[in-house]
């Protein structure tokens, strides 16, 4: 049990929340734009948002898993 193990996991888990909050933001700030600019369009572009931050979210809930194995591992 080394102060790196923990560290790989608080990464593990901090970079996945980071890079999900930034990606997350720039879509929904990118689709903002996209329905501003083509109201008609906001049904198929708020869909396709939705679809995008749920695989985002996705994939920082298995980050979460895969630190969470790695803590119960090291502990």
């Known amino acids: 049990m080394s102060g790196?193990?923990?560290l790989a996991v608080g990464?593990?888990?901090?970079?996945a929340a980071?890079?999900?909050?930034?990606?997350q933001g720039n879509a929904?700030?990118?689709?903002?734009?996209g329905?501003?600019?083509q109201p008609e369009a906001s049904g198929?572009?708020?869909?396709?948002l939705l679809?995008?931050?749920a695989f985002m979210e996705a994939l920082t809930l298995f980050s979460f898993v895969i630190a969470i194995l790695l803590w119960t591992k090291i502990a």
Do not use: P, Q, W
């Not at 198929?44 to 396709?48: G, N, P, V």
């Open 28 to 33: 929904s700030a990118r689709a903002m734009e």
């Open 11 to 15: 990464l593990a888990i901090g970079l």
């Open 51 to 53: 679809l995008a931050l």
């Open 18 to 23: 980071l890079g999900s909050a930034l990606g």
């Open 35 to 37: 329905i501003a600019r």
């Open 4 to 6: 790196l193990s923990f």
């Open 44 to 48: 198929e572009i708020r869909t396709s």
